[in-house]
C-alpha cells in the first residue's frame, strides 16, 4: 500500500543529487561510525549524507520508549525487533523531518558519507543461500550434466537452498583473499591442494528476518514479509574449482564459505512497495504451502562491474530482481515448513540472478561459459575469471515514473591467498 513516504514530488531540505540512490523515498538503515565518534550508531542514508540517528532520539519517543537507546546500538537488531509498526512510524516521522520546510532539525545531525565508516549493519545468527534463478540453474546444469538433464527433478517443485556460513559475511570495501582447497584437475587422477583459479561472483539480493519464532513455528508463505525487514545487495563469491570437486554428494562448502559481501545500507520493505510486480509464471503449480496471492516480486535493476588493478571499470552484467522463479515469500516459507525457528537478523540470499540473455546472467561461470569465452576488459584485457587486486562492483535501483531509490554498492576485492 502506497503512503506520503512514496510521493515523488515530495522534497527534502537535504541537497540531494540527481540520479541519487538514497533520496527521501528511501530512508535506508546502516550502521556507521566517524573519526571524532568512533562508537558505531544507527544512521539514515539521504543524498551524500547520514542523519545521526542517535542525535534525533527525542523525535521518536511518541513510537516506542526503546527509540531512546537502540539507535546508540551497533546493529540494527535491537531496532528491528521492535517490529514492522514501529519500522513504519520512523520512516514516516523521518519523512517528515527530512521534508522541505521543516526546521525541527538542522544540518547539525548530517554526517558526510565520506567522513563516515559503514559496518555490517546486522549482527547475522543464521545464513542461507538460495538457487532461485531459473537461468542461472538452467545455465549451469546444461555446462555440467547437459541440456537435457539440465535442471533436477525437484527444482520446479521447491526453493533449493543450503546453510552457508554467516561470520565471513564481510560489509562493501572489505578485501576477500583467496581461498584454498582441494581441486580436481582436469584429467588428473588425484585431487591437488592451492589457491583457486577459477574465483567467481554470485549477483544476489539477500533480506534481513524481522521478527523471530520458536521452534516448531511455521511461516506462512502468504505471510511471509510480515517477517522481511528488507534488502540488500549480495555478492556469493565462489571458488568454482573447489565447489566442482567438493558439491556431491552432499553441496556447497568450502567453495563459499570464505566470504560474502553485503552493502552497508538496508532498504525497507515500505521502501520497495512502489515497485512490486508480478514474478514469473510457475509449472508446475507449486503445492498448497508455497502459494500467494498478488505481486511478489520486486523491479530491482542490477549491474555487475570488474575492475581490474589501475584500469576503469568495466560493466560486464545487467540484471533484475524480477527474474528470480522462487520469491523471498516462498523461500521463507520453505525454510520454516518443517518447524525451523528464525531470528531478527538472519539473513537470506537469493541465489544468483541471472536473466534470459547472455548480458544479464549473474556470475563469470555463465558469462564466460566456463572461461571459454573471455571478458575483455576496459584496456583490452580479458578475464575469464577473478585474477588477484580485481575489484567486482555490484549495484541496484529501483526506478519508476520519476520515483527512484536505490541499495548503493557492494564492492569487494580480490587479494592473493594468505601463506
Not at 528488507?230 to 571458488?239: C, E, H, I, K, R
Request: net charge negative; proline share 6%; charged share 20%.
Amino acid at each position: 500500500m502506497l503512503d506520503k513516504t512514496h510521493n515523488k514530488n515530495a522534497k527534502s531540505w537535504v541537497a540531494i543529487p540527481e540520479n541519487s540512490d538514497f533520496t527521501l523515498q528511501n530512508l535506508p538503515f546502516g550502521i556507521f561510525s566517524t573519526k571524532d565518534n568512533p562508537n558505531r550508531r544507527a544512521g539514515v542514508a539521504i543524498g551524500h549524507q547520514i542523519v545521526d540517528l542517535e542525535k534525533i532520539t527525542s523525535h521518536f519517543q511518541s513510537i516506542h520508549e526503546d527509540l531512546n537507546t537502540v539507535f546508540s546500538s551497533s546493529t540494527l537488531n535491537d531496532f528491528i525487533a521492535l517490529g514492522k509498526e514501529v519500522h513504519t512510524q520512523v520512516r514516516h516521522q523521518l519523512f517528515d523531518l527530512l521534508s522541505e520546510g521543516n526546521t525541527s532539525i538542522s544540518e547539525a545531525v548530517l554526517v558526510q558519507q565520506k567522513d563516515a565508516t559503514l559496518h555490517l549493519p546486522i549482527q547475522i545468527g543464521d545464513y542461507t543461500d538460495f538457487y532461485s534463478s531459473k537461468e542461472h540453474a538452467t545455465n549451469v546444469g546444461t555446462m555440467f550434466r547437459g541440456k537435457d538433464n539440465a535442471l533436477m527433478p525437484n527444482w520446479t517443485q521447491m526453493p533449493i537452498g543450503y546453510h552457508g556460513r554467516s561470520s565471513s559475511i564481510v560489509v562493501s570495501g572489505t578485501p576477500i583473499h583467496r581461498p584454498k582447497g582441494q581441486k580436481m584437475p582436469p584429467n588428473a587422477e588425484q585431487p591437488v591442494y592451492g589457491p583457486s583459479s577459477r574465483m567467481d561472483i554470485e549477483l544476489e539480493m539477500g533480506f534481513v528476518i524481522g521478527k523471530s519464532t520458536s521452534l516448531g513455528d511455521v511461516v506462512e508463505a502468504e505471510k511471509a514479509e510480515d517477517y522481511i525487514f528488507g534488502m540488500l545487495l549480495f555478492n556469493d563469491w565462489s571458488a568454482r574449482d573447489i565447489q566442482k570437486w567438493e558439491y556431491v554428494p552432499l553441496g556447497p562448502f568450502l567453495g563459499k564459505n570464505f566470504g560474502s559481501t553485503v552493502s552497508p545500507w538496508i532498504v525497507t520493505m515500505d521502501a520497495l512497495e512502489p515497485f512490486r510486480i508480478e514474478g514469473p509464471s510457475q509449472d508446475p503449480t507449486p503445492l498448497s504451502y508455497l502459494q500467494t496471492t498478488g505481486a511478489r516480486a520486486f523491479d530491482i535493476q542490477l549491474e555487475v562491474s570488474m575492475q581490474p588493478k589501475g584500469i576503469a571499470p568495466k560493466v560486464i552484467a545487467q540484471s533484475n530482481f524480477k527474474y528470480l522463479y522462487w520469491s523471498m515469500s516462498q523461500q521463507l516459507a520453505h525454510q520454516t515448513v518443517n518447524g525451523c525457528n528464525i531470528n531478527v537478523g538472519d539473513m537470506y540470499a537469493s541465489g544468483t540472478i541471472s536473466g534470459p540473455t547472455k548480458d544479464s546472467f549473474g556470475s563469470l561461470l555463465e558469462l564466460t561459459w566456463n572461461g571459454t569465452e573471455p571478458l575483455t576488459m576496459s584496456d583490452g584485457s580479458e578475464r575469464t575469471f577473478i585474477e588477484d587486486y580485481d575489484t567486482l562492483i555490484l549495484k541496484g535501483w529501483c526506478e519508476k515514473d520519476g520515483l527512484r531509490i536505490g541499495f548503493g554498492e557492494a564492492i569487494g576485492q580480490i587479494l592473493p591467498s594468505k601463506e
